[in-house]
T-cell receptor, first 113, second 114 residues
């Protein structure tokens, strides 16, 4: 069975600080990897995804993530956060049969203006 | 892009009654839909995978007789919470597979059982 671990449950940053959210997964086969964002009171939105190819993936709103296969990691980064990035971030993995997504526990990011 | 419409967004029901939540794919056909449950300040937990025209596949620990899933058409899946109890109060989210982004999510339904 696949599982996803997000190391940081709560992160508080000041505007313009750099962000890195950790995500590790466990699954022995080929995986598709996703980062989703959930703004307060809103539904999940896709930030970026990795299916294959260049392991450095660029997403919307200045986010990027790097797939490191040897470390089973897919960390999310943003060089300079804004107050509007305050939200909850979920890493998710799709591997194996069934096509279902397995989500990490989420990281709640608060950016102070 | 692909849109999934989920209704209602909020529902309050009395203990012992049943509640139906609808999930519609608006501009694409969704052969497979997923139902998740999200507890406050927690992640999404997959409840079941809904396949059009066949029985849903439930995750371990999810009561299939309590959470009835019907996927009778390529654009509609429903989740019915039967004989609801306060512990069923939660945020329920549906998702459908798409060809572009992989998955698209409904806006969720907040169920409160009183």
């Amino acid at each position: 069975a696949q599982s996803v671990s997000q190391h940081n449950h709560h992160v508080i940053l000041s505007e313009a600080a750099s962000l890195e959210l950790g995500c590790n997964y466990s699954y022995g086969g080929t995986v598709n990897l996703f980062w989703y964002v959930q703004y307060p009171g809103q539904h999940l939105q896709l930030l970026l995804k990795y299916f294959s190819g260049d392991p450095l993936v660029k997403g919307i709103k200045g986010f990027e993530a790097e797939f490191i296969k040897s470390k089973f990691s897919f960390n999310l980064r943003k060089p300079s956060v804004q107050w509007s990035d305050t939200a909850e971030y979920f890493c998710a993995v799709n591997g194996g049969a069934g096509n279902m997504l397995t989500f990490g526990g989420g990281t709640r990011l608060m950016v102070k203006p | 892009g692909a849109v999934v419409s989920q209704h209602p967004s909020r529902v309050i029901c009395k203990s012992g009654t049943s509640v139906k939540i609808e999930c519609r794919s608006l501009d694409f056909q969704a052969t497979t839909m997923f139902w998740y449950r999200q507890f406050p300040k927690q992640s999404l937990m997959l409840m079941a995978t809904s396949n059009e025209g066949s029985k849903a596949t439930y995750e371990q620990g999810v009561e299939k007789d309590k959470f009835l899933i019907n996927h009778a058409s390529l654009t509609l899946s429903t989740l019915t919470v039967t004989s609801a109890h306060p512990e069923d109060s939660s945020f329920y989210i549906c998702s459908a597979m798409t060809g572009i982004d992989g998955y698209t999510f409904g806006s969720g339904t907040r169920l409160t059982v009183v």
